[in-house]
């Protein structure tokens, strides 16, 4: 496992998803929510992790690291699937705060089991 993370590698990976949030919010002001929640999906934070591996790995571990994470997107990128059709069932059905918290919880539960069961 990867034992320390360099500063560096937190700062892009920071700045990566934070574009990618901003990117997001404002293609969905300009063009619309179904365009914009394309931009939504966008899988900014496994890109920045996966870019920012050659900073703290090298050689071997850095495969070793990068094929792991990548293992692990696959299963986190499934998560999201189930969570945004929750979210799109839920958040019509209830107001929007109470939508969000249930799909947050939903996915927090979802998650959890997935760690256990692994």
């Known amino acids: ?14 700045l990566l998803g934070g574009s990618a949030v901003v990117l997001a919010t404002i ?11 394309i931009f939504a999906a966008f899988p900014a934070v496994y890109l920045a992790a996966l870019l920012t591996q050659c900073i703290d790995c090298q050689g071997l571990a850095l495969i070793e690291q990068s094929i792991a994470l990548s293992k692990g997107a696959v299963v986190g990128m499934a998560i999201n699937i189930v969570v945004a059709i929750l979210a799109g069932y ?3 059905k209830n107001n ?7 799909t947050l919880v939903c996915w927090f539960m979802l998650s959890s089991m997935v760690i256990l069961l692994s």
């Open 1 to 14: 496992m990867l034992g320390e993370i360099s500063a560096a590698a937190l700062f892009i990976r920071f």
């Open 27 to 37: 293609v969905t002001s300009k063009v619309g929510s179904r365009v914009g929640g």
């Open 90 to 92: 839920l958040l019509p």
């Open 96 to 102: 929007w705060k109470a939508g969000i918290l249930k």
